[in-house]
């Protein structure tokens, strides 16, 4: 499967894709949310959140998916041993977010590399 869209197959491992953002659950108002995201063990990460989705081809480094020109927000930071690094984002209880969707991606490795697409809208209680 090519899920960065960069025209190969992406490698994957005992546990999953080598390079992947994954979501857990669905997120809902006034609770944390948890992203993983998966890659090289001790290699760099960034995880960006976007307002809308894109597909902009950056060589090498895949395609990135998320509007530049809509980023909100940024975390990063270094997979841990097993290629992994959890993180999380408060959602505010704010019932007018429910039904907000946003769009995320992270750059995973040395030299940076895109990962898949990650969806999500937010939901109630």
């Not at 190969?8 to 992947?20: C, E, F, N, Y």
């Not at 001790?42 to 976007?50: C, M, V």
């Not at 940076?112 to 109630?124: E, K, R």
């Amino acid at each position: 499967f090519d899920l960065d869209l960069d025209g190969d197959p992406d490698s994957l491992h005992d546990r999953g894709l080598a390079r992947h953002l994954e979501s857990l659950g669905e997120p809902r108002i006034g609770k944390r949310h948890t992203f993983v995201v998966h890659g090289p063990a001790h290699t760099p990460y960034a995880l960006r959140q976007s307002l809308a989705s894109a597909q902009i081809n950056q060589g090498s480094s895949g395609f990135l998916l998320i509007d530049p020109n809509q980023i909100v927000s940024i975390d990063g930071g270094r997979l841990d041993h097993d290629g992994e690094a959890r993180v999380r984002f408060f959602v505010p209880h704010i019932p007018a977010l429910i039904g907000f969707t946003s769009y995320w991606q992270a750059v995973v490795g040395t030299p940076p590399h895109g990962t898949n697409l990650a969806v999500t809208t937010i939901s109630g209680l």
